[in-house]
């Protein structure tokens, strides 16, 4: 429970909080707004687990302390403000008085940027699964002699690439003519984002002797913390969305996924501590079979409504097919 002893503390804060502001149903959509985002993350908690491993301490640190900081207020907070005032041309502070005062209005504004939003968190997602699948390197495959014909594609030069944008190409051309355009510019910043990232930490990774191997893991360590912000970003874009399904009050959305991301932050550091993803082989290859199948939800959803049933099932039924299929093998070595 020690890792958790943080995200306890937090969570009892945006409750008061949230009791204060909407009462006793303000509290109680908080916690739904928690446990949701958690159910529906628990993909993004075992892949940010997966990097975190490599970072040292004190970037773990930062992790858990800046980066919840630019989860919660950053990506829950201000950016659909930052959205909301790109799309409609009103002011910063305009868009943050109609968050607080005409709730309404704003979750229009923000439902209406949806299309732009999925294109581009899907687009990075997508990256993300394909760079895993197409990973030549990779000597343990889940799904056997699939997974092995897949990385052997790796081969080909920008392969990732290549198959990120034909889907985009494609969903474009059934999209209202009017926000072709948006949409297309969205979905490529998603993958021109991912391939900056991943190639500048790629470019730290290099060996080097000396101090400068100091600054080589400090300049690593940084481009992973951005990787994983950004990651983090575009699994709480729709978060967000969904969000004013349930309610329509912006401090109570905060505040209700500021307890989802902490949880989901504690539940990352656990899974380093504990070495989770050393004894469950094949956790980490579900978690990136269920973040393609989000990314192929979020692409779909730009022409086509998805419940967010399906998204958090999906993910859960890869999450435990992977864990049943760790222990078979662990099994079957021991």
């Known amino acids: 429970m020690q890792h958790f002893r943080f995200s306890f503390f937090v969570t009892a804060v945006c409750l008061a909080a949230a009791f204060y502001w909407g009462g006793i149903m303000g509290a109680f959509i908080a916690i739904i707004l928690g446990v949701l985002e958690v159910s529906l993350s628990f993909d993004n908690a075992v892949v940010n687990a997966s990097i975190l491993k490599r970072m040292d301490e004190r970037w773990q640190k930062y992790f858990l302390t800046w980066g919840i900081l630019i989860a919660v207020f950053g990506m829950r907070l201000l950016f659909p403000i930052v959205i ?25 504004h923000l439902t209406e940027s949806h299309v732009q939003i999925a294109a581009f968190g899907g687009m990075f997602l ?9 990973d030549e ?9 699939l997974e092995r014909k897949l990385g052997a594609f790796g081969k080909l030069e920008a392969i990732e690439i290549i198959m990120a944008l034909g889907p985009l190409l494609i969903i474009q051309n059934y999209l209202p003519p009017e926000i072709r355009l948006e949409a297309l510019v969205s979905g490529i910043t998603g993958v021109i984002l991912y391939v900056i990232v991943d190639s500048l930490a790629t470019l730290f990774e290099s060996e080097e002797e000396g101090e400068e191997v100091v600054a080589v893991l400090k300049k690593s360590g940084m481009m ?18 969904g969000a004013f399904a349930i309610t329509k009050d912006v401090v109570i959305i905060m505040l209700g996924l500021a307890i989802g991301a902490m949880f989901v932050r504690s539940l990352t550091v656990y ?12 956790l980490e290859h ?17 022409t086509h409504h998805i419940s967010e049933i ?3 099932l999906s993910g ?3 999450i435990g097919l992977s864990v049943i299929s760790s222990i078979r093998y662990k099994k079957q070595m021991a």
């Open 224 to 241: 992973s913390f951005i990787y994983l912000e950004v990651l983090d970003a575009s699994f709480s874009f729709d978060g967000v969305i």
């Open 286 to 302: 579900g978690a990136h079979y269920a973040i393609g199948v989000l990314a192929g939800i979020m692409l779909i959803s730009m």
């Open 271 to 282: 899974l380093v501590r504990k070495g989770t993803l050393d004894e469950y082989v094949f």
């Open 84 to 108: 909301v005032s790109a799309a409609t041309g009103i002011g910063f502070v305009g868009v943050t008085e109609m968050a607080l005062n005409d709730t309404a209005t704003y979750a229009k």
């Open 137 to 145: 390197s990779r000597e343990l495959h889940w799904l056997g002699y």
């Open 126 to 134: 997508l990256m993300v699964f394909y760079s895993f699948i197409f």
């Open 316 to 318: 859960a039924v890869l």
């Open 310 to 312: 399906i998204t958090g």
